[in-house]
């Protein structure tokens, strides 16, 4: 089991681009890379997924380096409702639920 | 709608009783999670189910129990050997194929007094 290491906080101005990176020095090859975003007492939100390079969707874009052991999750010009907790997984959910470990997250407090 | 859907959202229970938080979901998913989570901290699995009639568990079982009696509902039961039952739970689904995303409830909050 792939597990990850995040910043365990971070602050951000709003409307700057925040970028919060994963590690993940034992990424297996059938892995991928995950992103949740917690609001408080609310269950975790998909946000974005990847197996390598970029992936873009309306809410944010996940860069993966070649060798996979990082990523790093783009939010573009964050708001006030941005501040929340952003999980990185990684492993693959349909093949067994230890894959899907949340760690402590990341919590991202967007400041006025 | 299609989602997943926890309840009650808050329960308050004396200490030394079961008590059973309910999970059900119309998304067809084959697999389902729960999870506890404390102030601060990131979630931990509790059990999991990959398939109805069958479950697993996680991390920190231990005072819980679960069914998984039809494909749609997972209900849990915490039970009095569990000695800090006091948290946040959270409850998922997914397929059961891979790189899928879980689906979360909302959470049940349990205060036990």
């Known amino acids: 089991l792939a597990k990850t290491t995040q910043p365990i906080s971070m602050d951000s101005y709003e409307g700057q681009e925040v970028n919060i990176t994963c590690s993940h020095n034992n990424i297996a090859t059938n892995d991928y890379i995950t992103w949740y975003q917690q609001f408080p007492s609310q269950g975790p939100r998909f946000i974005i997924q990847?197996?390598?390079t970029k992936v873009t969707n309306e809410v944010a874009s996940l860069f993966i380096p070649a060798d996979r052991k990082s990523s790093t999750l783009s939010l573009p010009r964050v708001s006030l409702s941005d501040t929340a907790v952003y999980y990185c997984?990684?492993?693959?959910?349909?093949?067994?639920?230890?894959?899907?470990?949340f760690g402590t997250g990341t919590r991202l407090t967007v400041i006025p | 709608d299609g989602g997943i859907t926890q309840s009650p959202k808050y329960l308050f229970r004396k200490e030394g009783q079961n008590v059973t938080l309910s999970c059900e979901q119309n998304l067809n998913h084959d697999a389902m999670y729960w999870y506890r989570q404390d102030p601060g901290q990131g979630l931990r699995l509790i059990y999991y189910s990959q398939i109805v009639n069958d479950f697993q568990k996680g991390d920190i079982a231990e005072g819980y129990s679960v069914s998984r009696e039809k494909k749609e509902s997972f209900p849990l039961t915490v039970t009095s050997a569990q000695k800090n039952p006091t948290a946040f739970y959270l409850c998922?689904?997914?397929?059961?194929?891979?790189?899928?995303?879980?689906?979360f409830g909302q959470g049940t909050r349990l205060t036990v007094v």
């Open positions: 998922a689904s997914s397929l059961a194929t891979m790189n899928t995303e879980a689906f």
């Open positions: 990847g197996y390598k």
């Open positions: 997984l990684v492993g693959d959910a349909g093949a067994g639920a230890n894959n899907l470990f």
